[in-house]
């Protein structure tokens, strides 16, 4: 059997998870065989992203051997997948984060909710 046949599913179940990195707290949790890391606006996962330098794939193999993925969220939007769900496309490659998939409507639209939450803290603050 070659290594790119071994596969060791793993389970995650989480109620109370909490990753941060780069003072950046984002609360994690699964369905299972789905890993979902919920990072608060657009600008902390640039920080992260900084913060943390990792192998893509790397991490995509050890995902792959244990049958889980993982989307990276922003303000309820899924950004990024990595593991077993990750379908990369033309965006991905052209980052450079093949193989893991870069979601752009994911990204423009919790950018969107980013600056209409700042529009709307700002106009509260005038009234």
């Known amino acids: 059997m070659s290594e790119n046949n071994l596969v060791a ?3 995650v179940d989480t109620d109370d998870l909490t990753l941060t990195v780069a003072g950046v707290s984002m609360p994690v ?9 919920e990072v608060p606006t657009l600008w902390s996962a640039i920080q992260v992203a900084r913060a ?3 192998d893509v794939e ?9 049958d889980l993925t993982t989307e ?8 990024a997948v990595v593991g077993t769900g990750a379908r990369p ?11 893991a998939e870069f979601r752009v409507g ?5 950018l969107g909710n980013g600056v209409s939450a700042a529009v709307g803290r700002v106009v509260s603050v005038l009234r």
């Open 72 to 79: 990276l969220r922003v303000r309820g939007r899924t950004v």
């Open 58 to 66: 790397r991490l995509t193999r050890v995902l792959t051997t244990t």
């Open 89 to 99: 496309g033309v965006v991905s490659r052209e980052l450079g984060i093949a193989p």
């Open 106 to 110: 994911g990204a423009l639209t919790a």
């Open 29 to 37: 949790s699964s369905t299972g065989d789905q890993l979902f890391v």
């Open 52 to 54: 943390v330098n990792f």
């Open 9 to 11: 599913p793993l389970t």
